[in-house]
């Protein structure tokens, strides 16, 4: 019975072909996913998402499917969020999949460390591919970090590179600047953040910008 299960599990997501070419490779997917706690149809999504949006073969995105399944369970994103923060990695990155799931629960751990919810930091990442194109360097560990200083300040990844964008319209920053200092009732110095913008880097914008004004509890 497991077994027919299973076969039509592939054949829903594949076709005929699922259980005939990609037997094996899909057939080892809802094993990782099983044992994990996690569905079998969860596997063949993922095996279909990781393929169709990176432009991998089956028996590429199979071997992504493990990582995939032990940062959903031990996280609790949904495995379409998962399946976009692997392929990031290791497509545009040139990470392996071991390496981006130990890059993306150390960023965990170092959410919690922060007192930050490590799944929203996370899902910042996965939420602007936009950003990650833009400013991710390292690895993409840069934006990691600047994703949890982000949360730190109350607010999300696309946020800051937001912010990043308008300290250099410096009229309108020197303006808001002037602005903040009067509504805070204290100096506020936002060149130090101008530079960090200039050179593309998100985390050390948050941070700095947390040093002027305060995180999300100070302000509150």
Same mark, same amino acid.
């Given at each position: 019975k497991e077994l027919s299960d299973a076969?039509?599990?592939?054949?829903?997501?594949?076709?005929?072909?699922?259980?005939?070419?990609?037997?094996?490779?899909?057939?080892? @997917?809802?094993?990782e996913f099983v044992q994990l706690g996690l569905s079998s149809k969860d596997a063949q999504t993922t095996v279909s998402n990781i393929a169709n949006s990176f432009g991998l073969s089956v028996e590429e995105s199979s071997k992504l499917?493990?990582?995939?399944?032990?940062?959903?369970?031990?996280t609790g994103m949904s495995?379409?969020?998962?399946?976009? *923060?692997?392929?990031?990695?290791?497509?545009?990155?040139?990470?392996?999949?071991?390496? @981006?799931?130990?890059?993306?629960?150390?960023?965990?751990?170092?959410?919690? @460390?922060?007192d930050v919810a490590p799944d929203k930091v996370l899902s910042d990442i996965a939420a602007d591919?936009?950003?990650?194109?833009?400013?991710?360097?390292?690895?993409?560990?840069? *934006?990691?970090? @600047?994703?949890?200083?982000?949360?730190?300040l109350g607010i999300n990844l696309g946020d800051v590179a937001q912010t990043a964008d308008k300290l250099l319209n410096f009229q309108d920053s020197l303006n808001a600047e002037i602005e903040a200092s009067i509504l805070l009732g204290r100096d506020v110095n936002l060149q130090k953040a101008r530079e960090l913008a200039i050179n593309n880097d998100l985390e050390g914008v948050a941070i700095?910008?947390?040093?002027q004004v305060g995180g999300e509890a100070e302000f509150n």
């Amino acid at each position: 019975k497991e077994l027919s299960d299973a076969m039509f599990k592939c054949m829903e997501q594949f076709g005929g072909i699922g259980v005939t070419k990609f037997r094996n490779e899909l057939a080892g @997917a809802n094993q990782e996913f099983v044992q994990l706690g996690l569905s079998s149809k969860d596997a063949q999504t993922t095996v279909s998402n990781i393929a169709n949006s990176f432009g991998l073969s089956v028996e590429e995105s199979s071997k992504l499917v493990r990582n995939v399944g032990r940062i959903a369970a031990s996280t609790g994103m949904s495995t379409d969020e998962v399946s976009k *923060l692997v392929g990031l990695f290791t497509q545009t990155q040139g990470l392996t999949g071991d390496q @981006a799931e130990n890059l993306l629960l150390g960023a965990r751990q170092l959410a919690i @460390a922060n007192d930050v919810a490590p799944d929203k930091v996370l899902s910042d990442i996965a939420a602007d591919t936009e950003v990650f194109a833009r400013f991710s360097k390292d690895g993409g560990e840069n *934006l990691l970090r @600047a994703a949890v200083q982000a949360r730190k300040l109350g607010i999300n990844l696309g946020d800051v590179a937001q912010t990043a964008d308008k300290l250099l319209n410096f009229q309108d920053s020197l303006n808001a600047e002037i602005e903040a200092s009067i509504l805070l009732g204290r100096d506020v110095n936002l060149q130090k953040a101008r530079e960090l913008a200039i050179n593309n880097d998100l985390e050390g914008v948050a941070i700095e910008i947390t040093k002027q004004v305060g995180g999300e509890a100070e302000f509150n």
